[in-house]
T-cell receptor
Framework: GQSLEQPSEVTAVEGAIVQINCTYQ??????LSWYQQHDGGAPTFLSY????GLEETGRFSSFLSRSDSYGYLLLQELQMKDSASYFC?????????????FGRGTQLTVWP | EAGVVQSPRYKIIEKKQPVAFWCNPI?????LYWYRQNLGQGPELLIR????????DSQLPKDRFSAERLKGVDSTLKIQPAELGDSAVYLC??????????FGEGSWLTVV
């Protein structure tokens, strides 16, 4: 089966840096995605890693280590609007034909 | 460009009643997903369509849930009869075969 582990909540102050970790187990790993969801809103795509290493998109970066089944989302220069839930999701291209499995989410609270 | 459109946005029904949710995906997206999200958890896949074909419905509770995508565009998800445990947000998403999927804002169902 598939499983993903990420912290349930993280808090930080404006301007700080926060890292949200994600470990996963899956049979047919293809890539790791991160989604952001504000309360009452739709999950929105942030980043995708298929290969080991760091991907940077503005204030957000995402890292993947396939050998360690581990990734993280790094948020820099935190702003109040970054308060949201962040989900890691593995893309499984094995027998489940391209299913995206989501973790339980990490609630990030940014304080002024 | 319009995003994924879902309706109704909110629905309150009594248990044992039927309910239906409608989704219009992003134009040109052949892949359509229905996810269910319970409070404090990540989205869980119910069914995935490639055009008109349901290619992954192993997690759809077929005794009471049904879905259709007759012309390969819009889709409807139905629950009949609804149970208290079906209270959740039902998210529709679409994709173009790449690694990113785009979610609608969801249909919030409360069964009383």
């Amino acid at each position: 089966g598939q499983s993903l582990e990420q912290p349930s909540e993280v808090t930080a102050v404006e301007g700080a840096i926060v890292q949200i970790n994600c470990t996963y187990q899956t049979s047919g790993f293809y890539g790791l995605s991160w989604y952001q969801q504000h309360d009452g809103g739709a999950p929105t795509f942030l980043s995708y890693n298929a290969l080991d290493g760091l991907e940077e998109t503005g204030r957000f970066s995402s890292f993947l280590s396939r050998s360690d089944s581990y990734g993280y989302l790094l948020l820099q220069e935190l702003q109040m609007k970054d308060s949201a839930s962040y989900f890691c999701a593995v893309l499984d291209r094995g027998s489940t034909l391209g299913r995206l499995y989501f973790g339980r989410g990490t609630q990030l609270t940014v304080w002024p | 460009e319009a995003g994924v459109v879902q309706s109704p946005r909110y629905k309150i029904i009594e248990k044992k009643q039927p309910v239906a949710f409608w989704c219009n995906p992003i134009s040109g997206h052949n892949t359509l997903y229905w996810y269910r999200q319970n409070l404090g958890q990540g989205p869980e896949l119910l069914i995935r369509y490639e055009n008109e074909e349901a290619v992954d419905d192993s997690q759809l509770p077929k005794d009471r849930f049904s879905a259709e995508r007759l012309k390969g565009v819009d889709s409807t998800l139905k629950i009949q009869p609804a149970e208290l445990g079906d209270s959740a947000v039902y998210l529709c998403a679409s994709g173009d075969g790449g690694n990113t999927i785009y979610f609608g804002e969801g249909s919030w169902l409360t069964v009383v």
